[in-house]
């Protein structure tokens, strides 16, 4: 079985077959499948650009302005920690969680989808690809 059937099939052993869409029933399903198997604690990355950079990638070019708003935005080359996960998800968000910034502390509010293991030998890298895969 190919890597891509294989975490199809992990997939729906955590959201059963009737419930493979994106909808709150499966959101919550897979956020306390998560928070029950995940390792702690879970250091993260995220797994490309944030979508605050997105204007300093495409079209704008102020280093400085794009330096100082990373300092209070969460960034994507910033090491986080896993705190908790929130309440609120929804079928555009997906699930979202607390995280802190390793190197100064804050806490930012982020989709889980954004993020990935940073030991891609663990079974926390394995667990956060399939969310995001899925999502």
Do not use: H
């Not at 030991?119 to 667990?127: I, V």
């Amino acid at each position: 079985m190919n890597e891509l059937n294989k975490q199809k099939q992990r997939t729906i052993e955590i959201l059963g077959a009737d419930n493979m869409a994106v909808s709150l029933k499966s959101l919550m399903l897979y956020r306390d499948y998560l928070r029950k198997n995940l390792e702690t604690p879970c250091i993260i990355i995220g797994i490309e650009g944030f979508p605050w950079k997105e204007k300093f990638a495409v079209d704008y070019d102020d280093r400085t302005e794009c330096e100082t708003l990373k300092k209070k935005q969460p960034s994507s080359s910033d090491i986080y920690e896993l705190k908790r996960f929130e309440d609120f998800m929804d079928e555009v968000v997906g699930i979202t969680v607390k995280v802190k910034r390793v190197n100064d502390n804050q806490r930012f509010i982020v989709d889980l989808a954004w993020l990935k293991a940073v030991d891609e030998s663990s079974k926390n890298y394995t667990l956060l690809d399939d969310y995001s895969a899925w999502f």
